[in-house]
């Protein structure tokens, strides 16, 4: 079947925290008087983040307001410690704006490779209300349609968000790639679903010339 659509993942797929969780974290805890180590936040973040995760109803937030309480769980996990409620809310907001993410190599011209073929874009994503205008301040784009978990109420590798994107694309799953770096939910998506998945390595960036191919290909 050919490909008539191509779907993105966005953290860690087209856009990176920048220059990294720790650093923001412990940049923005020093503001409210809490002086943390940029390279511990970094170490504790992916543990926290894990365990939250696995015992969170929704994963991610079943909403955009289980999403705030969501990451505040996962922010004083990593910080190993009760916090204040603004700062959680100050952390929260920080990766809402572009000066907090690099876009990875490669996304402007896979972004640009698809464009001149004529195929329409969207974004499927374990994310919340940030993405969207998240996304605009990168200046990444067009895209038909910025579908995320806490909008459909299921995340990744659950099916919901990529046929959510499909309706507005007006395409079938197996017309579709998805481009994405996780294993479990994008690569889970894509066998859930039958769209073809290109995975991303976010230490490389976009494979273009695996994209151009799949591209290409019958």
Not at 85 to 103: G, N, S, T
Not at 111 to 123: D, E, F, K, M, S
Not at 128 to 143: H, K
Request: aromatic share 8%.
């Amino acid at each position: 079947m050919n490909i008539a659509a191509v779907t993105w993942d966005a953290a860690g797929t087209l856009i990176a925290p920048h220059p990294s969780v720790g650093a923001v974290y412990a940049e923005v805890a020093g503001q409210h008087g809490f002086e943390r180590d940029a390279r511990e936040l970094d170490a504790a973040f992916w543990p926290a983040f894990k365990v939250v995760q696995a015992a969170w109803r929704v994963p991610y937030g079943a909403d955009d307001e289980d999403a705030r309480r969501f990451w505040t769980r996962v922010i004083e996990t990593t910080f190993a410690e009760p916090l204040p409620y603004e700062l959680c809310c100050d952390l929260y907001d920080a990766f809402a704006v572009a000066r907090r993410w690099r876009v990875l190599a490669g996304v402007r011209a896979a972004l640009a490779l698809i464009a001149a073929r004529g195929l329409p874009q969207a974004v499927v994503s374990n994310f919340d209300v940030r993405l969207g205008p998240l996304l605009e301040e990168c200046a990444l784009g067009p895209f038909v349609a910025v579908v995320t978990s806490t909008a459909v109420g299921v995340p990744k590798p659950g099916p919901a968000v990529l046929l959510a994107a499909c309706a507005r694309l007006d395409v079938r799953p197996d017309q579709v790639l998805h481009v994405g770096d996780s294993e479990r939910e994008d690569g889970g998506l894509c066998a859930a679903t039958g769209a073809r998945w290109l995975r991303v390595d976010a230490a490389v960036g976009i494979p273009l010339a695996e994209l151009s191919r799949l591209l290409a290909t019958p």
